[in-house]
Structure formats: structure tokens, C-alpha cells
């Protein structure tokens, strides 16, 4: 089947720039959304973004491999059609209009197989431009990652310090109540000396409770310092991610399209080849083939003459057609059985 025009232009469509849409929103509108989570410590959103993105450049390199072993199935098939069409005869002998045919046929057998050939260079060259944009994206998101694995860290880290802080407090909280209570026991005490140790206990405690709370106090404006630099690093992190996988899933499908555009060329310049072994094939003629035979190959036109009847002894005289009958000869001069004698009785 010959493609039309518009069938081809059909499946030669151009590739649609997927770009207008995904950047008509924020990015930050859907990462962000799904990256947070109310553990102050918890990553799970972000750990989920990062596996996404793995996931997206697993995807990449997938497709990557699947153009280079089509480009080896192409190459292969061309290598091996080139070879087919080079070293097997295909109706060597024939002659005239249908040996022109033929020649053509070969021919263009011959160009199919260049063309699986020069497809097979075409698919390495997409799939080296799939696995440059896939490392570029890779060394992007790294500087982002180790950014927000040292924020992480840090938060991780202060946040420690923090609780540590806050568990002292607590503790000097308690001793100070305990030493209040204690100094309320002992009013009723004589010995002043004891009363003394527990003023100075209580005095010693209050003093390391306000000490404790001021740490404590550092400890959380310091944590509170690293969320906020934290959540701004956060909110940068998922929108370079979300523009790098909006940029990623457009450059993904137009590869595709790409792909699907140069099979679909492949058929179509296939086609128009062979149709050129048909117009060959149109021209042919039985009758032309049949004279050219004769033409060429002819020896003449005049029948061998009938082998005639010679008698060895009268050859001239005696000469009759073959197929005819003949009866006993009755000349003289011819001699039968009767005029020889046995040589033994």
C-alpha cells in the first residue's frame, strides 16, 4: 500500500512542546503540597520525592536501553538484508523486461537496507542525547540534595541538643521543687544550721534552673533558626524537582514521539521504494520476453529433412522413406539368403 500525503503527515506529526502546560501552575502547588510532614524529624515526604525522581531516571535509562538494542536489531537486519541482496542470486538468468525488474528489485532491497542501517545510527544518537540529558539532571539535583541533606543533618543534630536541653531544664525544675518542699518541712526546725544547707540548696537551685532554662531557650530559638532555613531550603529543593520532572516527562515523550516519528519514516521510505520495483514490475511484458527469447537464441526455421531408407548394396535405387512398409524385393541384382550356400550340411 502506497501512503498518501496526508497519512504520512498524519503519522509525521510534529512533537508537541508539553512545557506550556506543566509550567502553567506552580511547581511548588503539587511537590510542595505532598513534601511535608508534622514529625519535625521525619523526611518521609522528601524521601518520597527523591525516589520518584530515581524512579523517573530509572525510567530514562530504560528507554535509553531499549533505543540502543533496537539500533543493534536494525543494524543487524540492514547488515544482513545488504548481504542477502548482494550475494543471493535472485533470477540471474532471467532476461529482458523482467531481468530490469529484477535489477531494480535488488536495488532497492539494496537502499531498504541502507536505510535500516543509517536508522540503526539514528537511535544511538537519540539514545546518547537521552543519556546526556539523564546525567545532566543528575548533577543538577545533586547540588540540591547536598544541600538538603546538611540542612537535615543540622536540623537533626540541633533538634538533639534541643531535647537534651529541655531534659536538664526539667530536671532542675524538679530538684528547685524539691528543694522548695524541702525548706518548707524544715521550718519548724531548730537546728539552724540545716536550715542554712537547704536556703543555699534552694538558692542553688534556682539559680540552675534559670541557667537551664537560658540554654533550653538558645537551644529552641537555635532549632527554631535551623527549621525556618529548613523549610525555605525545602520549598527551593521541590521546585527545582518539580521544574526538573515537568522538564524530564516533556523530554521523555517527545523522545518517544521522536522514536515513533523515524519508524513511521522508515516504513514510508520503505514503501516508496518498493513502489518503485512496482512501476519496474508494471513495465514488464510476457510477449516482449518471449521475442527477445527468439531473437536472440534462434537457429532457424527450416525442420530436419526425414531420414530416408538406404540398402547397402543398391543405396540410390533402393532408397525408401522411413515408415514405409516394403515387401520382398524381387530385383535380380539383389541377394537373398537363397544365393548362398551353407558352408556346413
Given at each position: ?34 513534601g511535608f510532614c508534622s514529625d519535625i524529624l521525619s523526611t518521609i515526604g522528601y ?149 542554712e544547707k537547704l536556703f543555699v540548696k534552694l538558692a542553688t537551685s534556682k539559680t ?138
Amino acid at each position: 500500500m502506497v501512503l498518501n500525503r496526508s497519512s504520512e503527515s498524519r503519522h509525521l506529526s510534529l512533537v508537541p512542546d508539553l512545557r506550556r502546560e506543566v509550567f502553567s501552575l506552580s511547581p511548588s502547588s503539587r511537590l510542595l503540597a505532598s513534601g511535608f510532614c508534622s514529625d519535625i524529624l521525619s523526611t518521609i515526604g522528601y524521601d518520597n520525592i527523591i525516589q520518584h525522581l530515581n524512579n523517573g531516571r530509572k525510567n530514562c535509562k530504560e528507554f535509553e536501553d531499549f533505543l540502543k538494542e533496537r539500533a543493534a536489531i536494525e543494524e543487524k537486519y540492514g547488515k544482513d538484508l545488504l548481504s542477502l541482496s548482494r550475494k543471493k542470486p535472485c533470477g540471474q538468468s532471467e532476461i529482458n523486461t523482467l531481468k530490469r525488474a529484477l535489477e531494480v528489485f535488488k536495488q532497492q532491497v539494496d537502499n531498504v537496507a541502507q536505510y535500516h542501517i543509517q536508522l540503526a545510527q539514528t537511535l544511538r544518537e537519540e539514545a546518547r542525547k537521552m543519556e546526556e540529558f539523564r546525567e545532566k539532571q543528575k548533577l543538577q539535583r545533586k547540588k540540591t540534595e547536598l544541600v538538603m541533606d546538611a540542612v537535615h543533618k543540622q536540623k537533626s543534630l540541633q533538634f538533639k541538643k534541643t531535647m537534651d536541653a529541655k531534659k536538664i531544664y526539667e530536671q532542675k525544675c524538679r530538684d528547685k521543687d524539691e528543694a522548695e518542699q524541702a525548706v518548707n518541712r524544715s521550718a519548724n526546725l531548730v537546728n539552724p544550721k540545716q536550715q542554712e544547707k537547704l536556703f543555699v540548696k534552694l538558692a542553688t537551685s534556682k539559680t540552675a534552673v534559670e541557667d537551664s532554662d537560658k540554654a533550653y531557650l538558645q537551644h529552641v530559638n537555635a532549632l527554631e533558626k535551623i527549621r525556618e532555613e529548613w523549610q525555605s531550603e525545602h520549598i527551593k529543593a521541590c521546585e527545582v524537582f518539580e521544574a526538573q520532572e515537568c522538564e524530564r516527562i516533556n523530554f521523555f515523550r517527545n523522545a518517544l514521539w521522536l522514536h515513533v516519528n523515524q519508524l513511521s519514516q522508515q516504513c514510508v521510505t520503505s514503501d516508496e521504494v518498493y513502489e518503485k520495483v512496482r512501476k519496474s514490475l508494471e513495465m514488464c511484458s510476457i510477449e516482449k520476453d518471449i521475442e527477445y527469447f527468439v531473437n536472440q537464441r534462434k537457429t532457424g526455421q527450416t525442420p530436419p529433412a526425414p531420414i530416408m531408407y538406404e540398402n547397402f548394396y543398391c543405396p540410390q535405387r533402393n532408397a525408401v522413406p522411413p515408415g514405409k512398409a516394403s515387401g520382398p524385393n524381387l530385383d535380380p541384382d539383389y541377394s537373398t539368403i537363397g544365393d548362398y550356400s551353407l558352408l556346413y550340411q
